[in-house]
């Protein structure tokens, strides 16, 4: 069992960012493959970002290649989600989430626990 809080987001004009956090309990952080997603009102929850136990592999959504950076340290239990060049496309809630596999996932059905989420909305 590991339960996720989220923190960092606000109210940001375009082109500025953002450093969302994701901290964990428990001691099997490190076993668990960590992702983000976003859901944007009337959307479908979209995957953002994911990154293996190691922090060794990385893989991003389409629509934020080149302008997120997922990371981990897991020492402090935590997942980060570094944000620049933000649009106002990019108003969502964002969603950390853990999956207990070796394996990483871009579908949201494949996560088994989930933060309560962080709003982050971009303004024009």
């Known amino acids: 069992q590991v339960q996720l809080v989220e923190s960092g987001g606000g109210l940001v004009q375009a082109g500025g960012s953002l450093r969302l956090s994701c901290a964990a309990s428990?001691?099997?952080?490190?076993?668990?493959?960590m992702g983000w997603f976003r859901q944007a009102p009337g959307k479908e929850r979209e995957f953002v970002a994911g990154?293996?136990?190691?922090?060794?592999?990385?893989y991003y959504g389409d629509s934020v290649k080149g302008r997120f950076t997922i990371s981990r340290d897991n020492a402090k239990n935590t997942v980060y989600l570094q944000i620049n060049s933000l649009k106002p496309e990019d108003t969502a809630v964002y969603y950390c989430?853990?999956?207990?596999?070796?394996?990483?996932?871009?579908?949201?059905?494949?996560?088994?626990?989930w933060g309560q989420g962080t709003q982050v909305t971009v303004s024009s």
């Open positions: 989430a853990a999956r207990t596999s070796y394996s990483g996932s871009y579908n949201a059905n494949d996560y088994d626990y």
């Open positions: 428990g001691r099997t952080f490190s076993r668990y493959v």
């Open positions: 990154i293996s136990v190691s922090g060794g592999n990385r």
